[in-house]
């Protein structure tokens, strides 16, 4: 049986290969996922290692809030000087050394622009001359309190030497400096992961960096001859007490690399999703390929039966072709896997700047998920074909091959269980009702609803697929093609279903984002009473920010009624970590959000005065004259009175702090700006002005209300790209489900195709027959992905209306595409299959058995 088993398989060896394919890059996508976020980490452990190789022990103090930072690391309170001066009083320590450095230091390049990074941080530091790891090669280290010295990567980038005058944004707003020196590191290296480094004196980058003269943000410490860094950590930690971090150059190392590798962790869980998406798709086409290959072996499988196979025997060859197809897939697979983490890790380290990668390496969880995934995959596609297979009765060898469609009660009935459940997790999860399972619920939700529309889809395709392929019936090729693609419901589902996967995804993501962008619109159009706006678009964790006194002379301008500034940072308030906000003028406020308080008074706030949103009073139990402590990053504590309470879409935030407070914020610049004008005001004179006064502010520009909401949700379509980017491979293995079935379906009506030629069909009209079928099965299966992606997405935006996103906007324009591309895939999809199909021998075809 074993022989036989094999002997069908290289006899069929064409038909599979493209099911197999699916599976190839499904397991490519999971391996290639592991070998990458593999490198990278052992990569970064390098580069940490070789950073603070030269450490032996570090003392920083503990972040006042983790999680502080604003999507970056958390924010460290800076450290007294008197802390170095008691570290090196320590026995044991042979030097101590105060350091600054921390995130943040932006340079304007030549052409008036900040330098980016992709995502690298930009660290302003004090010169502490060369060692081991800096190394000067042009000028030398900073003298001056306008002097600077920069890494080569960053003067490369900006395209600056030696002499030149650049802008320089920190916590302060921009400032002159002339370029003295430019420094690399050991290994010949402009750069360290990407990373910008800008080197002030002392003074400097403690008023700049840490915004407090005299302090540090770490303090780095030689051990003496003989005197082990755990020793050393251990003395160091009982000095400074429990406020302080002290661990040892390793130990920093480890951490600093744990971070990184966090954010690769969470990286490489939204790749394995991308790819169980596409080995789902890859499932029905599997499905569809063993299901198609078992019809046409009816009579031979019948005729093992009659001399003498069990049905056991029957399922275990199926199975055997099954394992045999995923074996192999999976070894090409994990190859394919490894060649693709390879080249994203090269493409990776050039785009992230002089990233020195570690050599490629097969981690064993790429080889495990590659063969479990790809064998496991197969096995289940295959397992119901195989079961159908052993019920071949042995008298079915003397009948003929074709076999008669089954009723659809139970399949349907087994949709509509299956969709059911998978209707049920979804509003568990959407609901909240997941008990902190609510991510697992969702997913759950939506790999149901699929798999149960996908049961339910034979019931209507019949029906439907003839509706859109009387768009065709006007030829005697479209009226067969149309006649065709109906003939199995079954075939004709699946095939569908698997392109309907991937269009679903994008249309229901396109539909919450969407949805997004108009409420936002909306959300500024009726609660802001401001022309213009001063703001720049977030692109890393740090959001641009200027001068606040911009929003002074702003208010100052003829035809200006208001001008209000606004700052934030993340805080502890009463215990609970939240985002807080600071205003620069009350009034503004007032005039802008049209705020009014609804307990208290709004007119002025104190600066140990707070304005609350109703609903944070009411969940605080908080009226005003009640107190409120909150902790800023970088240490303050301060207790504020609650002076007024506010309608929330009133009121920029929940927690409206006077202008005072943002003095403790981590960044003590405004982070917005909302302009209102007089009647009348000329906005283009008034927006001319605005730009004059934030030229010194290139992270900002000056934006009607229009272009700012834009500039506000520019990230959605950024990841809507992103998105359609990584489904492109569940659309393209969807793709190869088409040839795959039209490529069998061609093979199993070999005689009925000869029989056509016979009576007059010329070989244009069987390749034109074959393309409608493609094309009315690809556009039955995105019309399918449009409608259930558009049931999601609606159902998300209406869980989401208490948070905001109240206007449910459907992309028509976008739908319209997507049915457009369907033809177009029909037809690429249907090029090989037609061309074989016109080609067909017609004497051979007609004694074809």
């Excluded at 090669?137 to 395209?159: F, T, V």
Aim: net charge negative; aromatic share 4%.
């Amino acid at each position: 049986m074993v022989r036989a088993t094999l002997k069908s398989l290289l006899a069929r060896k064409v038909r599979l290969v493209l099911s197999g394919l699916a599976v190839v890059l499904g397991v490519m996508f999971v391996s290639g996922s592991f070998v990458l976020t593999d490198t990278l980490g052992r990569s970064f452990d390098a580069i940490f290692a070789d950073a603070f190789e030269g450490i032996d022990v570090n003392v920083a103090a503990k972040p006042a809030i983790e999680g502080a930072g604003q999507g970056g690391p958390p924010v460290a309170a800076p450290l007294p000087a008197g802390v170095v001066d008691q570290v090196a009083q320590v026995p044991g320590v042979a030097r101590a050394t105060g350091v600054v450095n921390a995130d943040g230091a932006r340079l304007i390049g030549g052409n008036g622009k900040v330098v980016g990074t992709l995502g690298a941080p930009q660290f302003g530091q004090n010169w502490l001359g060369e060692d081991d790891l800096i190394q000067l090669r042009e000028g030398r280290g900073p003298q001056a309190a306008d002097e600077i010295a920069i890494n080569a990567g960053l003067a490369e980038a900006a395209k600056v030497g030696l002499g030149d005058r650049v802008g320089v944004l920190t916590l302060a707003p921009k400032r002159e400096f002339t370029v003295v020196g430019v420094f690399g590191f050991s290994g010949d290296r402009d750069s360290i992961g990407g990373a910008q480094n800008i080197a002030f004196t002392t003074p400097a980058a403690q008023e700049l960096m840490l915004g407090r003269p005299g302090t540090f943000s770490s303090v780095t410490v030689d051990a003496a001859d003989g005197v082990r860094a755990e020793t050393l950590r251990d003395d160091v930690a009982a000095v400074v007490g429990d406020g302080y971090d002290v661990q040892t150059g390793r130990q920093l190392s480890d951490s600093a690399a744990a971070g990184l590798k966090e954010g690769l962790s969470f990286f490489n869980r939204i790749l394995l999703g991308f790819a169980g998406v596409a080995l789902l798709v890859g499932t029905f086409l599997i499905l569809n390929t063993f299901s198609i290959i078992v019809a046409q072996r009816t009579r031979e499988l019948a005729l093992m039966r009659a001399i003498g196979a069990s049905g056991r025997q029957i399922i275990g060859s199926v199975v055997l072709e099954a394992l045999a197809v995923g074996l192999l897939a999976s070894l090409l697979g994990l190859a394919a896997g490894v060649g693709v983490g390879a080249l994203l890790a090269y493409l990776f380290g050039q785009l992230g700047g002089d990233l020195a990668l570690a050599g490629i390496a097969v981690p064993p969880s790429a080889v495990v998920s590659a063969f479990a995934v790809g064998m496991l995959i197969t096995l289940v596609a295959a397992l119901l074909p195989a079961l159908r297979a052993a019920r071949i009765p042995p008298i079915a060898a003397m009948q003929d091959v074709a076999t008669p469609d089954r009723p659809l009660t139970r399949v349907t009935v087994a949709g509509g269980i299956v969709t059911a459940l998978g209707v049920g997790l979804l509003t568990l999860g959407l609901t909240g009702n997941a008990r902190g399972n609510t991510l697992p619920t969702i997913l759950g939700g939506v790999l149901f609803a699929f798999v149960g529309v996908a049961l339910l889809t034979p019931l209507i395709s019949r029906p439907v697929v003839s509706l859109l392929g009387a768009v065709f019936a006007w030829s005697v090729p479209g009226k067969l093609g149309r006649l065709n693609s109906g003939r199995n419901p079954r075939r004709t589902a699946i095939t569908a279903a698997a392109l309907m996967v991937g269009i679903a995804l994008v249309t229901g993501v396109t539909v919450i984002l969407d949805s997004a962008k108009s409420s936002i619109a909306g959300q500024v159009e009726d609660s802001l009473d401001a022309e213009l706006a001063i703001s720049g678009a977030q692109t890393g964790p740090r959001q641009p920010t200027f001068d606040p006194a911009v929003v002074d002379r702003a208010a100052a301008l003829p035809g200006v009624t208001a001008a209000l500034g606004l700052f934030n940072d993340f805080a502890e308030v009463d215990g609970e970590r939240r985002y807080v906000n600071a205003a620069t003028d009350l009034a503004a406020v007032q005039r802008i959000y049209g705020a009014r308080a609804v307990a208290g008074s709004l007119g002025t706030l104190r600066p140990d005065q707070i304005a609350l949103s109703e609903p944070v009073a009411e969940n605080r139990g908080k009226s005003v004259g009640d107190t409120l402590t909150i902790r800023y990053a970088r240490g303050a504590t301060h207790t504020y009175t609650v002076a007024a309470i506010v309608p929330e879409d009133e009121l920029p935030g929940s927690y409206l702090l006077p202008r005072q407070s943002a003095a403790d914020f981590t960044v003590p610049q405004a982070y917005l700006a909302l302009v209102q004008l007089a009647d009348g005001t000329d906005q283009d004179r008034v927006q001319a002005e605005l730009d004059t006064l934030v030229a010194d502010s290139p992270e900002v520009t000056v934006v009607d209300r229009a272009a700012y909401v834009e500039q506000q949700t520019s990230g959605f379509d950024q990841i809507l790209t992103m998105i359609q980017i990584l489904l492109a491979l569940a659309i393209v293995i969807a793709v190869l489900g088409i040839v795959n079935t039209l490529a069998l379906s061609v093979l199993e009506r070999t005689r009925e195709l000869g029989l056509l030629r016979a009576i007059g069909l010329r070989r244009a009209q069987t390749m034109r027959m074959i393309t409608v079928e493609a094309v009315v099965i690809s556009v039955f299966g995105a019309l399918l992905g449009i409608v259930v992606g558009t049931a999601l997405g609606a159902a998300v935006v209406e869980a989401l209306r208490d948070e905001g996103i109240t206007d449910l906007v459907l992309p028509w324009s976008q739908m319209g595409v997507f049915l457009v591309l369907a033809a177009l895939i029909g037809v690429i999809a249907a090029a090989v299959p037609a061309i074989r199909a016109a080609r067909i021998n017609v004497l051979g075809a007609i004694a074809h058995d």
